[in-house]
């Protein structure tokens, strides 16, 4: 599955292994404070406006993020086991606890007679995860016959099928595959390919010069030694191969697009068809790459990157077998240094992906890892039983009608926007009523039969449940698109944009306080989760967003005189965000994380007007305070206080160079500075440093 055009809303951490790169939906937030503690499910006071929150010594006008979320900090210090720390992590903890007390009750030998097939399974494989004596016994014994098959590879001849079969059990070595719909025809699924291969976060890790991106290299090939030391190797060997593994990934590398160039859509789409495709790469037969695969042989497919591919085929022809072996025993080893394997592993792998990169102190522990993998592996027998239990339907309901409203709101300010050519707003319209809503769960649940998990097998259930998954996404090639599939499981803290598919996707996990909850007021629903939907709503028109029609088509529906003031318009936000230096030395990238800035402005835009609408029908009275702030006043500070987040600095650099999400201290404080209602509702004099006298504005 290629979810690259899906922009989630929350930035997604790499905490334990890294997930399969081009995965951006893959959830992968979570930790908490109060570890080990047996799960207490009912929910903590989690406010969405909280003024105990607030720090009144913070003039409001000179730094809004500091008086909303002072008070947070001062109760959250962060917790050694994360790098890390905010609102979102908070809310997913709980529900960690709550899949937890799923899970433990699943994983119980004689579990309750009405147990249903897909609780037996995602308690055996919770049981397997947690069961580190036997994986500790067992060693790598189970991955023997992997590394038997890798050392069998006697000539790149055998490369393609060899690949195919690590590509099915989840071990991303040189590219990718898998199945996505057409950019010219989002009613066809077809097959695409895409660069990979990668053991750094992303491709520029491996040709920065600075002091910091060079020692952080030195580090990667130390953690590539110690992972083949710890797999047997002699030192000297495990030094050398090390250092084969750096060179192939940095010629891998080099030939990628950077991850702003991949934000484009129309830099990834070169159609082709696979007989086409095969002829182009001469040293690498994709026809016995798809037999064994079992992916389509003939048929259109997307040879996303060929600068990509055309370097993977000459490496093929002129690289050494012995250090091809070498790359993909690394990868091999890569992909199961977590829970399924002997704990010198899991740990290794934590120290460099979790500490050296991203600054944690301590290893999560390990019931989080594994609710997290199961959550992974089978996120919809999961998700059913968390949803049926903490998703009401009337919560449902609560969303839809806010999303309703917000989708109005955009209608109305559609018209009002005066650099748009009537001809561009009608097709813009039609996009926007063409928005599929989709809320808390899916209507049909996966069906996770052909997978068989084996208790007391963790390494052979992770193989599986990529086996099954691997198989699932190829199946979907020729089929119609099912627009009912969901990128993220129900109990994410999370919510996302497709723009392929024109849905906006809020899992349940998410639509609960300290976000949304209907012990509170409208003012703060609308300032929290009503300014999320306006941000996922966004996406359909944000630089990326905006290049796909309301069929998901990658068209353009733009008159040329529109796009030229959309990117001026734009260009005033880049420039705002690469001024800002997040971290010494380190500064925004505007370009990568425009489309994120323009969703978090148009949002909160759109939220504003919903609200404004809302108060009005409602008669709120403009002027009662609540804890001494008044409604608009009450909107504002729900916003910042959901992006209350402590983050180490290591964080901080990883997040500025590769996330196209901006530090939440900016989610808050940058987009605020360009609205001057907010200003208006603090009285903030014009000179104030929370007032932008230039704002920029697109939606
Ligand atoms: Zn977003």
């Known amino acids: ?216 290299r030195q580090q990667y090939v130390a953690h590539v030694k110690t992972i083949f030391i710890l797999a047997g190797e002699p030192q000297a060997q495990a030094t050398q191969d090390a250092e084969t593994v750096l060179a192939i990934e940095t010629r891998l590398a080099k030939a990628s697009l950077t991850i702003t160039e991949q934000r484009d859509p129309q830099n990834l789409n070169h159609p082709t068809d696979v007989l086409r495709f095969s002829k182009e790469l001469t040293h690498f ?31 093929v022809a002129d690289t050494p077998i012995a250090q091809i072996r070498t790359y993909l025993r690394w990868h091999l080893l890569h992909a199961f240094a977590g829970t399924s394997l002997p704990e010198s592993f899991d740990q290794e792998n934590w120290n460099f992906y979790s500490h050296v990169l991203n600054g944690a102190e301590k290893q999560q522990e390990r019931w989080k890892r594994c609710t997290r993998r199961v959550d992974q592996e089978l996120g919809e027998a999961l998700g059913q039983v968390y949803a049926a239990r903490y998703f009401p339907p009337e919560e449902k309901q609560r969303t839809l009608d806010m999303t309703l409203a917000i989708e109005q709101a955009m209608d109305k300010d559609l018209d009002s926007l005066d650099w748009m050519s009537a001809a561009t707003k009608i097709k813009a319209k039609e996009k926007l009523h063409a928005v599929m809503n989709k809320i808390g769960y899916p209507d049909k649940w996966r069906d996770y039969s052909s997978l068989s998990i084996v208790r007391g097998d963790a390494l052979g259930n992770q193989m599986r449940a990529h086996q099954f998954e691997f198989a699932r996404d190829l199946a979907k090639i020729g089929k119609p698109v099912d627009k009912g599939e969901w990128l993220m499981t129900p109990p994410t803290v999370n919510a996302y944009y497709d723009p392929q598919m024109n849905n906006v996707n809020f899992p349940a996990g998410y639509l609960q306080a300290p976000f949304f909850s209907g012990l509170e007021d409208d003012a703060a629903n609308y300032g929290d989760m009503g300014s999320t939907i306006g941000h996922e709503l966004t996406h359909g028109f944000d630089d990326e967003g905006r290049q796909f029609d309301k069929e998901g088509n990658l068209s353009n529906w733009w008159t040329k005189e529109d796009e030229q003031k959309f990117n001026e318009r734009a260009e005033c936000m880049v420039k705002q965000y690469d001024a800002i230096e997040a971290v010494p030395g380190v500064h925004l990238n505007g370009k990568l994380t425009l489309g994120e800035n323009l969703a978090d402005l148009g949002g909160l835009w759109l939220a504003w007007l919903a609200w404004q609408e809302k ?78 006298p230039k704002p920029c504005r697109v939606w």
Request: aromatic share 10%; proline share 6%.
């Open 285 to 315: 037969s994709l026809a016995d790459y798809v037999a064994a695969a079992h992916a389509p042989a003939v048929g259109k497919a997307n040879d996303m990157e060929p600068k990509f591919f055309a370097e993977f085929n000459a490496l």
């Open 1 to 216: 599955m290629f979810s690259f055009a899906v922009s989630p809303h929350r930035s997604l951490i790499v905490v334990a292994a890294v997930i399969a790169a081009v995965l951006l939906a893959a959830p992968a937030l979570c930790q908490n404070t109060t570890a080990g503690a047996s799960a207490p499910a009912a929910a903590p006071q989690l406010r969405v406006f909280d003024s105990s929150l607030i720090d009144k010594t913070v003039d409001p006008c000179e730094n809004f993020y500091r008086f909303s979320c002072n008070g947070w900090f001062q109760r959250n210090p962060l917790p050694p086991d994360q790098a890390v720390y905010g609102r979102f992590t908070e809310l997913a903890e709980l529900n960690r606890l709550r899949l937890k007390q799923i899970l433990e009750s699943a994983a119980r030998t004689a579990g309750p007679p009405t147990q249903s097939v897909n609780e037996q399974k995602i308690g055996d494989e919770y049981a397997s995860c947690m069961d580190t004596a036997t994986v500790n016994k067992l060693g790598l014994a189970p991955l023997q016959p992997e590394l038997d098959r890798i050392a069998a590879l006697k000539t790149s001849v055998d490369l393609p099928a060899l690949l195919a079969h690590l590509h099915s059990i989840g071990v991303h070595a040189f590219f990718d595959m898998g199945s996505n719909q057409d950019f010219a025809d989002s009613t066809s699924v077809i097959s695409f390919y895409g660069a990979g291969g990668l053991g750094l976060p992303e491709r520029d890790y491996y040709t920065r010069t600075d002091a910091k991106s060079v020692e952080q």
């Open 615 to 692: 108060a009005q029908a409602a008669h709120v009275d403009m002027n009662a305070t609540m804890d001494g702030y008044t409604p608009d006043q009450r909107f504002w500070i729900a916003y910042a206080q959901q992006w209350c987040t402590q983050t180490r600095p290591e964080q901080l650099r990883t997040q500025a160079q590769t996330n196209p999400h901006a530090p939440d201290e900016y989610r808050t404080n940058t987009v605020l500075q360009d609205l001057p209602e907010f200003a208006k509702s603090f009285s903030c004099k014009k000179t104030a440093a929370m007032v932008n």
